[in-house]
């Protein structure tokens, strides 16, 4: 028996080879499955966001989708979360519209 190792080889053009592919080209082109919409509850101080992919390391990025969410935008501040959520503490008043789009990191 010789010293070398064999290794065994993969099979280009496999089911999971063209999906692994699609997921690293895609992620590559920022096409990324992190992103949702949270609008900000009217009469009330916070909101609660639920997405499965919230832990207490994540970071979330929020982008303005109305000028009352850009107005809002500085009084926002996250409260440490559970796994899976997070309160949103804002000021209280009637605004309807202060919608966000999200990007969940981490």
């Known amino acids: 028996m010789s ?3 064999i290794f065994p080889r ?9 999906q692994a592919r699609a997921i690293v080209n895609n992620t590559v082109a920022g096409k990324l499955n992190v992103l ?3 609008t900000l509850e009217a009469n009330a101080a916070t909101t609660m966001l639920s997405d499965p992919l919230i832990t207490q390391g994540s970071f979330i990025g929020l982008m303005p989708m109305t ?6 935008l500085s009084g926002l ?12 503490s804002h000021a209280n008043n009637a605004q309807t519209d202060r919608t966000f789009r999200y990007a969940i990191l981490g």
């Open 3 to 5: 010293g070398r190792r």
């Open 10 to 18: 993969l099979r280009l053009n496999q089911p999971w080879d063209l």
């Open 36 to 38: 949702g919409e949270v």
């Open 67 to 72: 000028a009352n969410a850009a107005a809002a």
């Open 77 to 88: 501040f996250f409260a440490p979360s559970a796994t899976g959520s997070v309160a949103i």
